[in-house]
């Protein structure tokens, strides 16, 4: 069974679903946690009661009845431990990659251990996890990720409250984030029932993900009557589903009877455990199958259009994970992705790259950075195959400053120079007479602020751009081999969220606009523009006009965009303002 996990995971299908036991031994059971709330509402102990659901129902009338304020605090005093280490089960989870994370828990100890794993990464112009809610725009955001990559998501079903992790800084919450999530606690039987009956939008988005996804249920008894109730519901209208979903669970927590109905009732087939202790060693193992591969080495396009004449362009993406950068072959070239900063410096595949091009004698031993030239981004060392490129905004060139440099200023990474740079890197390649270009994902060093699957977007267009502007009668066969080695772009490019296919054919870009215009929830909808439109077009067609509006792209481009008054941007294109596909333009009206 452990290898239908990780063929799930490896298809983007595998979603954790955590409850309560996830944060066992820092935080109380469900049994304690009704019973710490009967302690704070003071509220004697019911002799004999084991019925939870009624006794949460009661404790939480009495504290509702002092209002939210008391409410939330009352549940995060029962929740226990403040600034704890996350369960070891929690920890091993966290180790792994997941796009989206469901949990019934009011904890932020998850969340912190995952901020935690990703702070080089979000260091490094990566994507910190959110925390999603029941509200519709959460629904939608979530739906899209079932998709489109996007930032981390844990969506929490039951609310969310935090202040349980030693790591509590991580959890990156507004204050205002705070309170809508807080506001939409589940505890007693009135809460859950209304989220089961009256939450239409949340019901239909729980729904499609029990459908089109395969949960990994962590720390869940599975015997909550409302929530086996809504699979119920799902299964009822649409039928079986076609995915398997899984259930970490004890032995001794479920009878021969109970696994039978949650297999051919439910299609939740059993990952049995010894004991609480045997669940961080499933995901630990889990984490290691996924660490070893399994995932599609190579991925590979031909364009239409001018092939028939012979001059056939091809892509190929290569998983070089445990590799690196490859030594050219006949009529092969590399390219460098690099920087200057006073010095000359090579990306970490292309130094070591470098340094076995000299030890093979494709390269001298003292290697001499070349110039770049004025307006150029590509520079080739010498007559060699190797070429380096500094695909950053920004740069000056000026005379070297003495041996070793490039005479070039840092400039900052920007996402728009990167499809440009790309079609300069081919010209250079193909007028050098070389068939075969390797390059890595360019612009994917540090202090972007921009994730890389944009930078491999943006790379995929500018190929495209370039083979559909070549002259006919150039009739060379050309073939650009992106060599990737970051693990999220490959679970984005094997779970199908980057469709390279539409990013080859359409020339056009598919992004979301967001419209904040003071409301609790604002207006989301995916369109499709020329990159040459301008911005005040595009605010004229999703009828966005009056004063006080401001423009901002997300991800940022580059470091020095802001969001900018619409009056002042009108003008502007969509690829001058830096939209690539899969991006946000967001307009937001300042509220008084």
């Known amino acids: 069974m452990e290898r239908r996990l990780l063929s799930a995971y490896e298809a983007g299908k595998l979603v954790p679903f955590l409850g309560a036991g996830m944060s066992r031994d820092v935080c109380p059971s469900w049994d304690g946690f009704i019973a710490a709330l009967e302690r704070v509402a003071g509220l004697p102990a019911i002799a004999g009661s084991t019925d939870v659901v009624r006794r949460a129902h009661h404790a939480v009338r009495r504290l509702r009845s002092d209002g939210p304020v008391r409410f939330h605090a009352a549940v995060t005093e029962a929740l226990g431990a403040r600034r704890a280490e996350a369960p070891e089960q929690t920890r091993a989870l966290a180790a792994i990659h997941w796009p989206l994370t469901i949990t019934t828990n009011y904890d932020d100890l ?11 990464e979000v260091a490094d112009g990566g994507e910190a996890m959110s925390v999603l809610g029941r509200g519709a725009g959460d629904c939608q955001r979530v739906l899209t990720s079932l998709r489109e990559p996007c930032e981390p998501i844990l969506w929490a079903l039951h609310g969310f409250l935090g202040g349980q992790s030693r790591h509590g800084r991580r959890a990156g919450q507004s204050e205002a984030r705070r309170q809508v999530l807080a506001a939409e606690l589940v505890v007693g039987h009135d809460e859950y029932r209304r989220v089961a009956h009256r939450d239409l939008h949340f019901r239909r988005a729980f729904a499609e993900v029990f459908r089109s996804r395969s949960l990994l249920f962590l720390g869940s008894s599975l015997t909550d009557p409302h929530l086996l109730g809504l699979f119920e519901e799902i299964l009822e209208f649409a039928g079986p589903n076609s995915l398997p979903h899984f259930a970490a669970l004890r032995k001794a927590d479920i009878s021969e009877s109970d696994r039978r109905f949650l297999q051919s009732r439910l299609n939740i087939w059993v990952l049995p455990l010894t004991d609480h202790g045997d669940l961080p060693s499933l995901l630990r193992a889990l984490g290691r199958e996924i660490g070893r591969g399994g995932r599609a080495a190579r991925w590979g396009y031909t364009l239409p259009g001018i092939a028939s004449d012979g001059s056939e362009a091809r892509l190929e993406i290569v998983n070089c994970a445990d590799a ?6 006949a009529k092969e070239c590399v390219a460098v992705n690099a920087g200057f900063d006073r010095r000359f410096f090579p990306s970490k595949l292309g130094g070591p790259l470098l340094a076995r091009a000299r030890k093979a004698g494709l390269l001298p031993p003292t290697l001499q950075p070349p110039r770049l030239k004025a307006g150029s981004h590509v520079a080739r060392f010498d007559d060699s195959p190797f070429f380096l490129v500094v695909a950053r905004g920004g740069i000056e060139v000026g005379p070297p400053q003495k041996e070793g ?5 840092r400039g900052q990474r920007d996402v728009r120079v990167l499809a440009r740079s790309t079609a300069e890197l081919l010209d250079q390649a193909v007028a050098a007479g070389y068939e075969t270009l390797h390059t890595e994902i360019l612009g994917g060093g540090r ?12 790379m995929v267009r500018g190929f495209a751009r370039w083979h559909r502007a070549r002259a006919v009668d150039d009739r060379r066969p050309v073939r650009l081999v992106i060599q990737v080695q970051r693990p999220d772009v490959l679970f984005d490019l094997a779970s199908g969220r980057i469709e390279v296919t539409e990013l080859l054919l359409c020339d056009d870009l598919r ?11 604002m207006e989301r909808q995916q369109v499709f523009f020329a990159g040459a439109t301008p911005i005040g077009a595009v605010a004229q067609a999703v009828d966005v006009a009056g004063e006080g509006w401001s423009v901002a792209v997300i991800p940022r481009p ?4 802001e969001p900018t008054p619409l009056a002042a941007c ?12 899969g991006c946000t333009l967001r307009f937001e009206r300042e509220t008084s």
């Open 110 to 120: 998850y969340l912190c251990e995952a901020r935690v794993n990703q702070a080089d």
């Open 324 to 329: 690196g950068l490859p030594l050219p072959g």
């Open 405 to 409: 440099t490039g005479g070039t200023s």
């Open 447 to 458: 202090r972007r602020t921009f994730p890389r699957r944009f930078a491999l977007i943006e």
């Open 511 to 521: 992004f979301w606009i967001e419209v904040a215009a003071g409301r609790p929830e």
């Open 558 to 561: 580059a470091c020095d965009e």
């Open 570 to 581: 009108g003008a502007r294109t969509l690829e001058e303002a830096g939209v690539v596909p």
